[in-house]
Every structure is written in structure tokens, then in C-alpha cells.
């Protein structure tokens, strides 16, 4: 990923000089007279089973390294208990400030509380940490527009509507399945609003129908994004609720890894192929599922510019080191349970097989070589 942090180092240096308001943060980060070589930043990254996760991890390292700190990134492996002993060493090891994106929103209580104890800034990374008011930011996407952007994406897709807004042509009624993220996720919740509000007059109307009843979060949110259990939902969906000759003609999908084990499922049954593959949405905009829209499988994905979250989480980090307060431009949204948490958050884009050149590639974000493999080169 360094050929790409390089790229947009330039308009993080930029992004800082706009950084922080004046005043006292929640905590002091660092002393008058340090140097960023006295600093360290702890990095606790869910896990390195979903690229994006190891690009974030690596871009905000090399951003604070870029600027002398010292950094302490560690992955969890998608446990919890080793993410929070990795927060623990952190803490004990001296960290100046703590930029978290948690497995579990809800199971870091105990090692925010030793950081306020420790007047160590904490900065939750794209995932909200709940029930704590120890969370002094929180820097990610407008997650409710995202969930948004991927019902559209799929009334886009089945031709309800236009990508400008406007009415589409087909009629309906279309069979779809819903899929929702991992419910200890404060996100998918974010996500699943945002795509539900969207969906929820076309199923009134009777355009869109779910055949297997399931509409509930409950019922269709997939524990830690696990793309085996995506494909293992997306059978079991085929077996019990299109028995009878039906066809599935769309699914929302919340995560490409998701999107991944859905068009396993869906080619295993016979779509594809000879058999029309039905719209299947996506988010993160991670290569393999590129190369899919690129080809004309998966329909579309929501891209999160995760260069953009990393300079922004850097900006937060600096301005709590400098005793200041991070800008926020969302003061009302994201109540963790006990607080609302000030935030910062960025736009989002759908990217659909026309959008792969524009968004993705014109922006150094992939090249049409990794485009056309599937696989990035690093």
C-alpha cells in the first residue's frame, strides 16, 4: 500500500494545517516540548482476513511515521479477548493516544476506562466503541448513507430506477434477499437503517418482495462479516424459499466478503452462466469483488476511500497530541449508548462497472492491471 499512501501524503499535510480548533481535549495526548519521536500512537486493527482492514492499518502507520511518531499497529485476528490485551499493552507500554476500530463495539469498557484513567486519548476508527463515555472521536463514513447507496444500487440494478434519481422502467414485482453485518457491529445497524428506510416503499408496494420473510436484522446480519456464512445463509435461502422454480433477481449485501460468498452460492445453484445472476450490491471496493463488477458478476460496490479515513484519523491523533480538540463536523448523530461521540464524517461512492476507470483507477486507488487480475499488487 506505500505507492498509494505516498500518493495522498501530500493532501494529508494539507488536511492538518485545517485541522484542529483551539482548546483543551478530552485528554492531554502529549507534553509541552515533545517531539513526535517522544510520541507513540497505539493502532488496534479487528483483523488481516479482509484487505481493507490491513490497508487502514498500514496507511495510518505510515502517515504517523511519515511524521516522526512512533507507532504501535496490531491486528486482533478477529478475537476479542486479543484485541483487548492488545489494548492493555498499549496502555501499559506508554501510548500517548489510542486509535481503536473494535472487533466488538461493546467489550473494550474496562481498557477505555484505564486510558481515561491515563488521560489517553481514545479515537474510535470507523467502527463507534459503545456504552463507554471514554471515546473522545470518532472519524469514519456517513454510515446511514452508505446502507442508503447500497438499496439504490440494487433499485438501480433491477431497473426501478435510474442512477440520476429519476423512475425506471421495470416493474417488478422482483424476488430479493436481504444480508446485514455482524450485530455487535455498531455499523451494520447504520447500514441496514439506511438501506431499509430506502427498500421499505418498494416492498409496500409490492415491487420488491423478500420470499423468505426475513426482514429483520435479527435474522439476517452474518456474525463477524464471515463470508463462509454468507454462502452457507445464501444455500440454505435457496433451498428452503426457491424450491419451487422462483428466481432470486436481487440481494443486499453489506460487504463485498459477503457479496464474495452470496455469488458463490447463487453460481452453485446454476446462476450465471447460462442462468441470469441476479443484482448483488457490495461494500469496500476490495479488488476480487472489482474484478467481479468489472466482469459483469457482482453488480455493484460502495466505495470508502480508506486513504481519506486514514489522513483523517492522523488529523484527530495529531490535534489531541497538540492538546487541542479534533474538528468535528457531526456533533448529533452517534450516541455510543452513554454519549454522543463528536465525529468526523467522510463521503462515499458507488462504483459500478462504468465507475471502475473515474473512481478507482484514475485515482491511484487501484491500477487497470489489478483491476483485470483480481489482486493487488501491494
Not at 21 to 35: M, T, Y
Not at 144 to 165: I, P
Request: glycine letters at 10%; hydrophobic letters at 40%.
Amino acid at each position: 500500500m506505500s505507492r498509494r499512501v505516498l500518493a495522498v501524503l501530500g493532501s494529508a499535510v494539507l488536511a492538518l494545517s485545517m485541522a484542529a480548533c483551539s482548546g483543551e481535549g478530552a485528554g492531554s495526548g502529549g507534553k509541552d516540548g515533545d517531539k513526535p519521536a517522544d510520541l507513540t500512537i497505539g493502532v488496534s486493527m479487528p483483523t488481516q482476513t479482509s484487505e481493507r482492514w490491513i490497508a487502514d492499518g498500514n496507511s495510518v502507520k505510515e502517515k504517523l511515521e511519515a511524521k516522526g511518531y512512533k507507532v504501535d499497529l496490531q491486528y486482533a485476528g478477529d478475537d476479542i479477548p486479543t484485541q483487548s490485551q492488545q489494548v492493555d499493552q498499549m496502555i501499559t507500554r506508554g501510548a500517548n493516544v489510542l486509535i481503536i476500530a473494535a472487533i466488538d463495539g461493546t467489550a473494550l469498557s474496562g481498557q477505555l476506562q484505564a486510558a481515561a484513567d491515563a488521560k489517553i486519548p481514545v479515537i474510535a476508527y470507523d467502527r463507534l466503541i459503545r456504552d463507554s463515555p471514554n471515546v473522545d472521536f470518532y472519524v469514519s463514513f456517513d454510515n446511514y448513507k452508505v446502507g442508503v447507496a447500497q438499496a439504490t444500487a440494487l433499485l438501480v440494478g433491477l431497473g426501478v430506477q435510474n442512477k440520476d434519481g429519476s423512475k425506471g422502467d421495470a416493474k417488478g414485482p422482483f424476488n430479493i434477499e436481504l444480508f446485514a453485518g455482524s450485530l455487535d457491529d455498531n455499523n451494520a445497524h447504520f447500514f441496514f437503517d439506511g438501506a431499509m428506510d430506502t427498500l421499505k416503499p418498494f416492498i409496500e408496494d409490492g415491487t420488491l418482495k423478500v420470499k423468505s420473510g426475513q426482514t429483520k436484522i435479527e435474522q439476517v446480519a452474518i456474525l463477524r462479516w464471515q463470508q463462509e456464512a454468507a454462502q452457507k445463509r445464501m444455500e440454505d435461502l435457496l433451498t428452503s424459499s426457491y424450491n419451487d422454480g422462483t428466481k432470486v433477481h436481487g440481494v443486499l449485501s453489506p460487504y463485498d466478503g459477503l457479496s464474495r460468498g452470496i455469488i458463490t452460492a447463487l453460481q452453485n445453484a446454476g446462476y450465471g452462466g447460462s442462468g441470469e445472476m441476479p443484482v448483488v450490491t457490495g461494500q469496500d471496493a476490495e479488488i476480487a469483488s472489482v474484478k467481479l463488477i468489472n466482469d459483469g458478476v457482482q453488480n455493484s460496490t460502495i466505495f470508502k476511500d480508506t486513504r481519506l479515513l486514514a489522513e483523517q484519523a492522523v488529523v484527530a491523533g495529531e490535534a489531541f497530541l497538540q492538546g487541542k480538540t479534533p474538528e468535528a463536523n457531526d456533533t448529533e448523530t452517534y450516541n455510543n449508548g452513554v454519549k454522543v461521540v463528536p465525529s468526523y464524517l467522510l463521503p462515499v461512492q458507488t462504483v459500478y462497472k462504468d465507475e471502475i476507470k473515474p473512481i478507482l483507477i484514475d485515482s491511484g486507488y487501484f491500477t487497470a492491471e489489478e483491476v483485470a487480475a483480481g489482486q493487488a499488487k501491494g
